[in-house]
């Protein structure tokens, strides 16, 4: 079965792979918090406050998310994301993105690099039907197909 | 977006490429934010990344493409707490501190980058530049373009002044040009409330705990808050002030608060009351029980889960003059209490520069404190901490922040005050 989402391409590109999801806000600078520090390849992350995602390794993960939260550090953390190469592969926002995430994969993207395909506005019912470990695709337009 | 003539020349590189650069990045974030137009940046700057901490900060090579195109801010700015490189005042071994060289071996040179770019002056790193005694206070309506997230909610929750949750990076590009998009907090709709909280509790609660409990509630909405005033009284005194910024940290910390009103205190909710609450707003109720079941939901991410603590960190947001008074009256209680001289916890109480220059030539307190064997800094424990530096360190702190994001345990400030005076943390806690 194929669940479609259309939502709004802030960085557009073509993913596919399987999710990651948290229904929960997205606290970029805690969820990386170590991995900005040590260089190994890897995102683990370090957010004990949010067990959707605690010690999941997030580079090149799929993300699915309402929004994200926290500390503004978190701007540029997605630019040492982008230098190692260890960002997510997409960010994909039940609702609008917000200015804390928009700024940061901007900065990632126009002075890094380093593209993380973002689709915000997927609505509740995305993030409702959603499952961590589902098969997923995006298009350059925002649509995000789930195999279920 | 609509952009004037001269925001379209410079995206047109009509100023240099660095410029346009600059102006499409921001026109980009606009865009992002469905800003229908940029507006003029109208106070001081507070951006989010003070040191050099590799992974944190904006790349040396990055400032220096500003630098040698000419660029600075159109307002000087303020930073947050200066790298913590005042090593005797945290307690640390030698392997810390080395690491912590290595870490900020290019503090000076971004420091030098920094005041090109249009830093205030090199006493202006903190959490809490609208102190008094630090001077970088925005007027209500103030449009701003600031990072730092308890300073955000401050600033537009406490002075009225309007400013988004900008990232780093973004934060420095948009003061740059002096240039914001006009989204979000900015605008008269986007400052309603679309969340009531209730809060029902016999007793006052502790800030940095209802500000988390009301930022897991309403994550990045406004919440206009009702209640309070049973506690704090009316409008905003300097103690009102002092628990709101620490609300607000917490608050932001936990969710992504970037203002709130509280009935009867906060000045648009003074001015505008429940008439601050959207069509069909949500609502919430936080009581006792729902505080008490937040502090046992936090995991202890200490490595020996048992161990009597080895630090103690206050603080965080840095602590203005009345609270660094507080503190000095509950410490000296507590050592009474306890018949003792001198803390058994390697304890740092952290406030801006100009803060601790006023605390000092006070004299009491800080006499109290210093003889006590407190030490004080105007660094921030997380840039010290929030890396597996001291991963063996049983911390403990009074910050719902600082616990958010180090392995620091979080205690009540009743309890810090016995626990650092008798080294043990009691039943209770």
Redo the contacts between chains.
């Keep these: 079965m194929m669940l479609i989402f259309k939502g709004r391409a802030?960085l557009p590109g073509t993913v596919e792979g399987h999710t990651l999801v948290t229904r929960?806000?997205f606290?970029t600078?805690?969820s990386f918090?170590?991995s900005?520090?040590?260089r190994t390849g890897k995102a683990v992350c370090a957010d004990?406050?949010n067990p959707d995602l605690y010690g999941r390794d997030l580079a090149g993960a799929i993300i699915c998310l309402?929004?994200?939260?926290?500390?503004?550090?978190?701007?540029?953390?997605?630019?040492?994301l982008a230098?190692w190469d260890i960002t997510p592969r997409a960010m994909l926002f039940s609702q609008?993105?917000?200015?804390?995430?928009?700024?940061?994969l901007?900065?990632a993207d126009?002075?890094a690099g380093k593209r993380v395909v973002t689709i915000?506005r997927l609505g509740d019912e995305f993030l409702n039907t959603v499952q961590s470990g589902d098969k997923i695709s995006v298009s350059a337009a925002g649509q995000v197909v789930i195999y279920k | 977006m609509k952009l004037t003539m001269e925001e379209q020349d410079i995206l047109d590189g009509s100023q240099g490429g660095m410029l346009q650069?600059v102006m499409?990045?921001i026109v980009?974030?606009g865009e992002?934010?469905?800003a229908e137009k940029l507006v003029d940046i109208t106070g001081m700057g507070h951006f989010?990344?003070a040191n050099v901490i590799?992974?944190?900060?904006?790349?040396l090579e990055?400032l220096d493409s500003l630098i040698k195109a000419g660029l600075k801010t159109a307002y000087p700015f303020t930073l947050d707490p200066a790298a913590p490189l005042d090593h005797d005042n945290w307690w640390l071994n030698p392997e810390q501190i080395a690491t912590l060289q290595h870490m900020y071996a290019d503090q000076d040179s971004y420091d030098c980058r920094m005041q090109t770019l249009g830093l205030r002056d090199l006493q202006a790193f903190t959490c809490t530049p609208y102190q008094p005694e630090v001077g970088s206070v925005p007027q209500r309506g103030a449009i701003l373009a600031w990072?730092?997230?308890a300073c955000?909610a401050y600033a537009n929750s406490v002075l009225g002044a309007r400013s988004?949750?900008?990232?780093?990076?973004?934060?420095l590009?948009c003061n740059i040009a002096g240039k914001v998009p006009l989204?979000?907090l900015l605008t008269d709709a986007g400052r309603k409330a679309t969340w009531r909280i209730d809060v029902a509790t016999e007793h006052r609660p502790l800030p940095q705990i209802l500000g988390a409990a009301i930022?897991r509630t309403v994550?990045?909405d406004v919440p206009y808050v009702v209640g309070l005033d049973r506690f704090l009284g009316t409008g905003l005194g300097p103690h009102t002030r002092d628990y709101l910024h620490e609300l607000g940290a917490a608050a932001?910390?936990?969710?992504?608060v970037g203002l709130f009103h509280v009935e009867n205190i906060t000045p648009e909710a003074v001015d505008q009351g429940a008439g601050l609450l959207t069509e069909g707003y949500r609502h919430a109720v936080i009581n006792a029980a729902d505080l008490r079941d937040l502090v046992d939901s936090y995991?202890v991410?200490w490595v020996d889960k048992h161990a009597d603590p080895d630090k103690c960190f206050l603080g965080c947001p840095h602590f203005s003059l009345n609270q660094l008074e507080w503190w000095a009256a509950e410490i000296q209680a507590g050592l009474q209490r306890h018949g003792r001289e001198c803390l058994r916890v390697n304890t740092t109480i952290c406030a801006a520069p100009q803060v601790l220059e006023k605390f000092i030539d006070n004299r009491q307190g800080w006499e109290v404190l210093s003889r006590a064997g407190a030490r004080f800094s105007s660094a921030c424990p997380m840039q010290a901490f929030?890396?597996?530096l001291s991963r063996g360190d049983a911390i403990i702190t009074n910050s719902n922040k600082l616990r958010?994001?180090t392995h620091a345990r979080f205690f009540e400030d009743k309890q810090i005050a016995d626990i650092i005076v008798t080294g043990k943390i009691g039943r209770r806690a």
């Design positions: 802030v929960r806000g606290n600078y805690a918090f170590t900005i520090h040590e004990s406050d309402p929004r994200t939260t926290g500390s503004t550090s978190s701007g540029a953390v997605w630019q040492r230098g609008q993105i917000d200015p804390l995430a928009a700024g940061g901007l900065v126009m002075w915000d | 650069r499409a990045t980009a974030y992002a934010l469905d989010v990344i590799p992974g944190i900060s904006p790349p990055m990072s730092e997230s955000v988004n949750r900008n990232g780093a990076i973004i934060d590009l989204s979000g930022g994550l990045a932001a910390a936990a969710g992504a995991p991410l929030d890396n597996d958010t994001y």
